[in-house]
């Protein structure tokens, strides 16, 4: 089985610029969470999505959002880029919305550069 | 803010020696996860606990909790040149919603063949 497969694995984009950050997650799994890990830091939580709808969010200007499809992949969308969102953006899939036990499986992440 | 932090910040020691790392959080949790992460790779997760339990190991990994402290250690025996990475602690968010996973700054280990 695939393991989470992310899209593109670099890009390079300029202030002020769009940019649409791709998730498969792993066959079976409905859950997507998204994250941002600028270097030397730990991920910072920005999107949960379970069964298409938003479960979770987290401390991000209204720049960033997200979506996920009907068979279970997610975009994540930055507008207005600043230079401060570069950063690695991960996705990760879980099984299911369940009380006690949302282990991820990550994705190898996508490294954006803004300049 | 982040749900967990992570003690030392950095670690370096000799192959075969253990590795302990610590974990605190500040609000109550259902369970407590360990991930590792390789050179700004995706992250591994490596074991739950929940919030019931005590003590846990998997292979040369032993993790325990304390949730009157609010605190967690993960403790690698025998460690290898091969577990040179960094460890994070991760943690459910409070009520109501369970779904958000909350990592914690880390631990970078480097293990000296």
């Known amino acids: 089985d695939a393991g989470v497969t992310q899209s593109p694995t670099h890009l390079i984009k300029t202030r002020g610029q769009h940019v649409t950050l791709r998730c498969s997650p792993i066959s079976g799994h409905k859950s997507v969470s998204w994250y941002q890990q600028v270097l030397g830091q730990g991920p910072q939580f920005i999107f949960q999505y379970y069964e298409k709808e938003e479960r979770g969010r987290g401390n991000f200007p209204d720049r960033f959002s997200a979506r996920q499809f009907p068979n279970y992949s997610s975009e994540l969308n930055v507008n207005a880029l600043l230079l401060g969102d570069s950063a690695l953006y991960l996705c990760a899939s879980s099984p299911r919305r369940s009380f006690g036990a949302n282990v991820l499986t990550f994705g190898a992440g996508s490294r954006l550069t803004v300049l | 803010s982040q749900q967990g932090e992570e003690d030392p910040q950095a670690l370096s020691i000799q192959e075969g020696e253990n590795a302990t790392m610590n974990c605190s959080y500040k609000?109550?949790?259902?369970?407590l996860q360990w991930y590792r992460q390789n050179s700004g790779r995706g992250l591994v997760h490596l074991i739950l606990i929940r919030s019931n339990e005590r003590e846990k190991h998997s292979g040369r990994l032993r993790v325990t909790l304390d949730t009157s402290k609010k605190s967690s250690s993960l403790l690698i025996t025998a460690s290898r040149a091969a577990d040179t990475a960094s460890y994070f602690c991760a943690t459910d968010a409070s009520r109501p919603s369970y779904d958000k996973v909350i990592f914690g700054p880390g631990t970078s280990l480097s293990v000296i063949p």
């Open positions: 609000t109550s949790i259902n369970n």
